[in-house]
C-alpha cells in the first residue's frame, strides 16, 4: 500500500462531541417508553433500524440491529412508509437515497461521525485531480456528497471484496479511514491502495498498548478486532511474526463479530470496538465471556439517540433526513455497486 500522506490534521475543528445524556429510567419506564414507541410504529408504518453502537433500550426495540451492510440492506427492502434511524446521519442519508420516496427520521441531528468529517467533496476533487486513472472506494461513513463524487462505497464488511472486484493495474483511493485502508491491502493482497489519512476518533483510540493489556489479563481469548482500530497495523505485524496468535486474531465488522463468534468454539473473545456492542454479544452468547479492548471507546454521537427523541421524532415525523435529487442519483450508483458485490 502506498503510505497516507504526511499530515498532523486531527480533524477535531470539523465537528462538535455532544455531551452523552445520562438516562436514569426505572426498568418500567423503559418498558412503557418501548411501547410507546411499537404503537407509534404501528400508526406510523414505521420501522425502526438500529446500529449496534446504539444504547441498549434502543437497540431492544428497535425492529433490525445491524451492521452498517446490513442496516442499508434492510433500507432498501423494507415496504414501510417511515425508517427511524437509530444511528448516525450517514446511515441516514444511505436510506434516504435508496428509498428515496420515504421518511427517513433521524431522532437526533447532532448524530454525526467524526470519521465522515475528515473528508469534504472539494477534498475529494482535488485528490482525484491528482490521481485521474484511480477508482474511488469510498467508505459508507462518508456524506451522500462524497458519495456521489466516488465510484464505489463500501463497508468495513465487505470493503476487501469491493477492491478486489477492481482490476488490479488500477489504483484505489480508498477513503477516508487509513486504518481500514491498511487491513483492505492486506486482505486483498493489494499494493496500488492510496489511503486517506481520516480516522474514528473513538476507534483511534483502541491502541497497541490495550491490546497488550488485555491479552495479558486473558491469554486464551481470540481478539476481535474493528478495522478502523488504531492498533490494526500493530496487530497484523505482530499477528504475522508470531508475537500475537495469528490464528486467533481477527479483523471484522460488528457483525461480523457476532458471525464469527457464532461459529467459533472458543469461549472468550477480547472485543476492539465501541463498547455498544457488548449488549448484542452478551445476549446472544450468555455462556461466552468478552473482555473490550478499551472500555473507554464510546461513541458521542451514537448516543444522542434515546428513547424519548425516539417517541418525540415519531410523533412529529421529524427531523427528517433528505439528500438533494441529483446527489442522490449520483451517490446511488457507489452504494449500488456495493450492494451488488454483497
Ligand atoms: P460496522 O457496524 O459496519 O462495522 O461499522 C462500524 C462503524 O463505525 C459505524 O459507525
Ligand atoms: Fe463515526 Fe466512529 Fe462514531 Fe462510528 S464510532 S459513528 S465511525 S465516530
Redesign the pocket.
Known amino acids: 500500500m502506498i503510505p497516507a500522506a504526511v499530515t498532523n490534521e486531527t480533524y477535531e475543528n470539523r465537528y462538535t462531541l455532544p455531551p452523552i445524556e445520562e438516562v436514569n429510567d426505572t426498568a418500567e419506564e423503559i418498558l412503557a417508553k418501548q411501547e410507546r414507541v411499537r404503537k407509534l410504529c404501528r400508526e406510523r408504518k414505521a420501522i425502526i433500524l438500529a446500529?449496534?453502537?446504539q444504547r441498549p433500550e434502543v437497540q431492544e426495540v428497535a425492529d433490525y440491529v445491524a451492521?452498517?451492510?446490513r442496516l442499508s440492506q434492510s433500507a432498501a427492502a423494507t415496504d414501510a412508509n417511515t425508517i427511524v434511524f437509530c444511528g448516525?446521519h450517514f446511515m441516514a442519508e444511505t436510506a434516504a437515497i435508496l428509498c428515496p420516496t420515504k421518511t427517513v427520521l433521524l431522532p437526533d441531528l447532532r448524530a454525526g461521525?467524526s470519521?465522515a468529517a475528515a473528508i469534504t467533496t472539494e477534498e475529494l476533487r482535488a485528490w482525484k485531480a491528482r490521481f485521474p486513472d484511480a477508482v474511488v472506494v469510498a467508505y459508507?461513513?462518508t456524506s451522500a456528497e462524497v458519495k456521489a463524487e466516488s465510484d464505489y462505497c463500501c463497508?468495513?464488511?465487505n470493503a476487501a471484496k469491493v477492491v478486489r472486484a477492481i482490476p488490479a493495474e488500477r489504483p484505489i483511493l480508498f477513503l477516508p479511514d487509513k486504518f481500514l485502508a491498511q487491513v483492505v491491502a492486506r486482505q486483498a493482497q493489494r499494493s496500488n491502495i492510496i489511503a486517506y489519512p481520516g480516522f474514528?476518533h473513538v476507534?483511534r483510540a483502541i491502541r497497541p498498548e490495550d491490546v497488550d493489556e488485555v491479552l495479558n489479563a486473558h491469554p486464551d481469548v481470540e481478539l476481535l478486532l474493528?478495522p478502523?482500530c488504531g492498533c490494526v497495523s500493530s496487530c497484523m505485524a505482530k499477528a504475522l511474526d508470531g508475537s500475537l496468535p495469528f490464528n486467533r486474531t481477527f479483523f471484522l465488522?460488528?457483525?461480523g463479530m457476532l458471525r464469527h463468534i457464532g461459529a467459533s468454539p472458543a469461549q472468550e473473545f477480547a472485543v476492539g470496538?465501541?463498547m455498544g456492542i457488548l449488549h448484542r454479544l452478551k445476549k446472544e452468547f450468555p455462556e461466552r465471556s468478552f473482555y473490550p479492548v478499551n472500555p473507554s471507546a464510546v461513541?458521542a454521537f451514537?448516543k444522542t439517540i434515546t428513547l424519548d427523541k425516539v417517541i418525540r421524532s415519531l410523533e412529529t415525523l421529524s427531523p427528517q433526513v433528505t439528500v438533494p435529487a441529483e446527489t442522490a442519483r449520483k451517490a446511488r450508483r457507489a452504494i449500488e455497486r456495493m450492494l451488488e458485490l454483497a
Open positions: 446500529h449496534h453502537y451492521d452498517s451492510l448516525v461521525c470519521l459508507i461513513n463497508t468495513s464488511a474514528c476507534h474493528h478502523e465488522s460488528t457483525e470496538t465501541e461513541c451514537m
